[in-house]
């Protein structure tokens, strides 16, 4: 193709042909084909993109045309896939044209490369199932992480809750281990002032000041203030 695809523009004359009215038939307009049913059988002639085309791909995919080439899309020998044909209809030349206008120019630059629409609608819908069919892996891989994940985490709970008691338990112990012991030592200690006490009445019979505690922790007297009766 030798001139540009937005050299090739047409102007959509909406008057009927000279020879229409003259009454030719061979001017007559052909019947309209049904678009709709034309863009289904497009779909339905075109396979679905497999799951197991991505077994390898990559799930943090941010290229789409790594997905397409995974799932095997490439453009056709006359370079048309329907994003070529986005990018036209997005181009400065025909962008703020009305859709008609737009349209017809795409057309004309498919005729004139010889790529049928058909080729163009096929490469959308195999592209779009493509697409599907990633997201429903991608889906998956995540619900799959997640119950794995779930699941490790309820391993980790009960390891946390295990350990926890066991800890709750030494604690515990250490804390019963306390009590005994001061138990024991407060015992001891009204035995010691008992003690204390026979010791500081046998000795007020000889000191006037009497240099044993008889309550609470012992303390050393001060040597001034014991004498001898």
Same mark, same amino acid.
């Given at each position: ?5 937005? @050299? ?5 004359? *909406?008057?009927?042909? +000279? /020879?229409?009215?003259? =009454?030719?038939?061979?001017? #007559? ?7 709709? %049913? ?6 339905? /002639? ?13 799930? @943090?995919?941010? /290229?789409? @045309? ?12 006359? =370079?048309?896939?329907? !994003?070529?044909? =986005?990018?036209? !209809?997005? /181009? &400065?030349?025909?962008?703020? !044209?009305?859709? +008609?206008?737009?349209?017809?120019? $795409?057309?004309?630059? !498919? &005729?004139?490369?010889?790529? *049928?629409? &058909?080729?163009?609608? %096929? ?19 995540? =619900? ?7 699941? +490790?985490? %309820?391993?980790? %709970?009960? #390891? ?5 008691? #066991?800890?709750?338990?030494?604690? #515990? ?7 005994? +012991?001061? &138990? ?24 006037? $000041? @009497? *240099? ?18």
């Amino acid at each position: 193709m030798s001139k540009k695809w937005y @050299n090739l523009f047409v102007s959509v004359d *909406p008057r009927p042909q +000279e /020879s229409a009215e003259a =009454g030719d038939p061979s001017a #007559e307009s052909p019947p309209p084909v049904n678009a709709a %049913q034309a863009i289904a059988d497009i779909a339905a /002639s075109t396979a679905v993109v497999p799951a197991s085309q991505f077994a390898s791909t990559p799930a @943090n995919l941010t /290229s789409f @045309n790594e997905i397409y080439d995974a799932a095997e899309i490439h453009p056709p020998a006359h =370079g048309f896939t329907i !994003l070529k044909v =986005g990018e036209m !209809l997005r /181009s &400065e030349h025909i962008r703020n !044209l009305p859709k +008609e206008v737009k349209r017809s120019s $795409v057309l004309v630059a !498919l &005729e004139a490369a010889g790529a *049928p629409l &058909e080729d163009v609608i %096929q490469d959308a819908v195999r592209r779009d199932r493509a697409l599907d069919t990633f997201e429903r892996v991608q889906e998956k891989a995540v =619900g799959d992480l997640e119950a794995r994940k779930t699941q +490790e985490n %309820q391993q980790i %709970q009960a #390891e946390m809750d295990r350990v926890t008691a #066991e800890y709750r338990a030494r604690i #515990e112990a250490n804390n019963d281990a306390i009590s005994k +012991e001061k &138990e024991r030592f407060f015992a001891w200690r009204i035995k010691k002032q008992e003690e204390e006490q026979k010791i500081s009445d046998a000795v007020s019979y000889f000191v006037t $000041v @009497n *240099p044993i505690t008889t309550a609470g922790s012992a303390a050393a007297p001060a040597p001034s203030n014991t004498s001898v009766k």
